[in-house]
């Protein structure tokens, strides 16, 4: 059986995972208490289904604290088990509450929609080192939902899969990043009107990009700082490792770096290549 549990905070789109999931042809259950997951999973196993979605959450109340040992239980009794948690900023959150006006799980008389959301994120804060973490805060529904597809094709049992994503600055880092890397510093194509409304995917950027020296160096020595520390992070037994290279807006030069990185590891490991800021 292949076992796919959900968490994290509401609002980051833990429906939106459900129904990929189901889309794909998992039976999914939303709303479990932890402890209730290994009779689940065994009655579902003795019905003939192979691959299952859970969503567990701060809904559970304080069954959730057992979730972290239920996960070890579970480990060992199917072969593919694998934890996805969502995530996202303050600001991020509390705009989408606004927008759906849906009450959040933990909004008592009294308590503030922010006060709210630190104490789920307080309720969560260990929950998230379980398994592979998504920061949906910039993210289209339909980017969220190409990411997770990526995911769930991804067989842990291969090894390490290496997430190498561009972002922007100026929208803040990524809640996921394991790594992060400032590429700032380089020559920036934003300032030539001819490049600014294209991306570091165009090869008019790339030409520019490639023009100077140091972009080339900053390349290779994050490259090179990836060649000698990946095996570490493999002998680990990790199974995502998300590499974040940032520029100011997350279009030009921090795409180029992202592609060009991607590439080069493509035959030593898993690559999955994410660009926060772009449309597609």
């Given at each position: 059986?292949?076992l796919?549990?959900?968490?994290?905070?509401?609002?980051?789109g833990?429906?939106i995972?459900?129904?990929?999931?189901?889309?794909?042809?998992?039976?999914?259950?939303?709303?479990?208490?932890?402890?209730l997951?290994p009779?689940?999973?065994?009655?579902?196993?003795?019905?003939?289904y192979?691959r299952?979605g859970v969503?567990?959450?701060?809904?559970?109340?304080?069954?959730?604290?057992?979730?972290?040992?239920?996960?070890?239980?579970?480990?060992g009794m199917?072969?593919?088990?694998r934890?996805?948690f969502?995530?996202?900023?303050?600001?991020t959150?509390?705009?989408?509450?606004?927008e759906?006006?849906r009450?959040?799980?933990?909004a008592?008389?009294?308590v503030?929609?922010?006060e709210?959301?630190?104490?789920?994120?307080d309720a969560?804060?260990?929950?998230?080192?379980?398994?592979?973490?998504?920061d949906?805060?910039?993210?289209?529904?339909?980017t969220?939902?190409g990411?997770?597809?990526?995911?769930i094709q991804?067989?842990?049992?291969?090894?390490?899969?290496?997430?190498?994503?561009?972002?922007?600055?100026?929208?803040?880092?990524?809640?996921?990043?394991?790594?992060?890397?400032d590429?700032?510093?380089?020559?920036?194509?934003?300032?030539?009107?001819?490049?600014?409304?294209?991306t570091?995917?165009?090869?008019?950027v790339?030409?520019?990009l490639?023009?100077?020296?140091?972009?080339g160096?900053?390349i290779?020595?994050?490259?090179?700082?990836l060649?000698?520390?990946?095996p570490?992070?493999?002998r680990?037994?990790?199974?995502?490792?998300?590499?974040?290279?940032?520029?100011t807006?997350g279009q030009?030069?921090s795409?180029?770096?992202?592609?060009?990185i991607?590439?080069?590891?493509?035959?030593?490991?898993r690559?999955?290549?994410?660009?926060?800021?772009?449309?597609t």
């Amino acid at each position: 059986m292949q076992l796919i549990l959900i968490s994290g905070l509401s609002g980051s789109g833990k429906s939106i995972a459900l129904a990929v999931l189901e889309d794909a042809g998992y039976y999914c259950v939303d709303n479990l208490p932890a402890p209730l997951l290994p009779h689940l999973v065994n009655e579902l196993a003795a019905a003939g289904y192979s691959r299952v979605g859970v969503a567990v959450d701060v809904r559970g109340g304080s069954s959730l604290q057992a979730l972290p040992q239920t996960v070890k239980t579970l480990k060992g009794m199917v072969d593919d088990v694998r934890f996805i948690f969502l995530e996202a900023r303050n600001t991020t959150l509390i705009a989408r509450f606004s927008e759906t006006r849906r009450r959040h799980p933990l909004a008592d008389d009294g308590v503030t929609l922010l006060e709210a959301i630190e104490r789920e994120r307080d309720a969560l804060e260990d929950i998230g080192e379980l398994g592979q973490r998504i920061d949906t805060s910039d993210l289209h529904p339909n980017t969220l939902r190409g990411w997770l597809k990526d995911l769930i094709q991804a067989n842990p049992a291969q090894g390490l899969t290496l997430l190498v994503e561009s972002f922007g600055f100026k929208h803040g880092i990524p809640l996921d990043a394991d790594l992060v890397f400032d590429v700032r510093c380089l020559p920036n194509p934003f300032y030539d009107p001819a490049l600014r409304p294209l991306t570091g995917r165009d090869r008019p950027v790339i030409d520019f990009l490639c023009s100077h020296e140091e972009v080339g160096r900053m390349i290779e020595d994050i490259g090179n700082w990836l060649e000698r520390w990946l095996p570490a992070y493999m002998r680990d037994s990790r199974a995502y490792l998300t590499l974040a290279i940032g520029c100011t807006g997350g279009q030009h030069r921090s795409v180029y770096i992202a592609e060009t990185i991607a590439e080069r590891f493509k035959d030593q490991v898993r690559v999955l290549v994410r660009h926060r800021t772009l449309k597609t």
